[in-house]
T-cell receptor, first 116, second 114 residues
Framework: AQKITQTQPGMFVQEKEAVTLDCTYDTSDQSYGLFWYKQPSSGEMIFLIYQGSYDEQNATEGRYSLNFQKARKSANLVISASQLGDSAMYFCAMREGAQAGTALIFGKGTTLSVSS | DADVTQTPRNRITKTGKRIMLECSQTKGHDRMYWYRQDPGLGLQLIYYSFDVKDINKGEISDGYSVSRQAQAKFSLSLESAIPNQTALYFC?????????????FGPGTRLTVL
């Protein structure tokens, strides 16, 4: 079974609109971490946001927020006020276990296209 | 200067050739990783190293080997390249001691095996 599931191969949004990218995960660990990375067409991997399993509040970083619903095992990325530069591939990833620095398990990604 | 560098950035090789991809980091991190990205499959872990003497296989290690020459250097080798190893390869680093969860990625190496 997949550990990270991103069910939206592609999403389309207009500038200034908000968009939610879905991510569900599967783990039996009590301690884990959830990440979102952005990959523009140039190919580099850009870290966006992190949520620890014991964090009580949803993580936020500027226009990015992570809607963490532990009981549903979902960690959706919300991008507010989309910009043309947000067009990219977005990956959800998980670190299992409590120790920082453990290897990540990635989903297959969602391609976001922002139009003017 | 980039904190995590990968060489070469692009490489075209032929089936059966041995090839080495190199990764260097100036972040002082103890942990280093090699991932492979195929279209539509996200990133998959090939090998990881928690320090110079601690190297571990990831989920797709067959056909690959690694060497951690120093804390700052982690090389990935394809002993006998085959076409289905054509992919984008990423090196990444992290620092367990800092408690920071983030993994820092290099720019990637695009490998084509003909």
């Amino acid at each position: 079974a997949q550990k990270i599931t991103q069910t939206q191969p592609g999403m389309f949004v207009q500038e200034k609109e908000a968009v939610t990218l879905d991510c569900t995960y599967d783990t039996s660990d009590q301690s884990y971490g959830l990440f979102w990375y952005k990959q523009p067409s140039s190919g580099e991997m850009i870290f966006l946001i992190y949520q620890g399993s014991y964090d009580e509040q949803n993580a936020t970083e500027g226009r990015y927020s992570l809607n963490f619903q532990k009981a549903r095992k979902s960690a959706n990325l919300v991008i507010s006020a989309s910009q043309l530069g947000d067009s990219a591939m977005y990956f959800c990833a998980m670190r299992e276990g409590a120790q920082a620095g453990t290897a990540l398990i990635f989903g297959k990604g969602t391609t976001l296209s922002v139009s003017s | 200067d980039a904190d995590v560098t990968q060489t070469p950035r692009n490489r075209i090789t032929k089936t059966g050739k041995r090839i080495m991809l190199e990764c260097s980091q100036t972040k002082g991190h103890d942990r280093m990783y090699w991932y492979r990205q195929d279209p539509g499959l996200g990133l998959q872990l090939i090998y990881y190293s928690f320090d110079v003497k601690d190297i571990n296989k990831g989920e797709i290690s067959d056909g690959y080997s690694v060497s951690r020459q120093a804390q700052a250097k982690f090389s990935l080798s394809l002993e006998s390249a085959i076409p289905n190893q054509t992919a984008l390869y990423f090196c990444a680093t992290s620092n367990a001691a800092s408690g920071s969860p983030e993994q820092f990625f290099g720019p990637g190496t695009r490998l084509t095996v003909l």
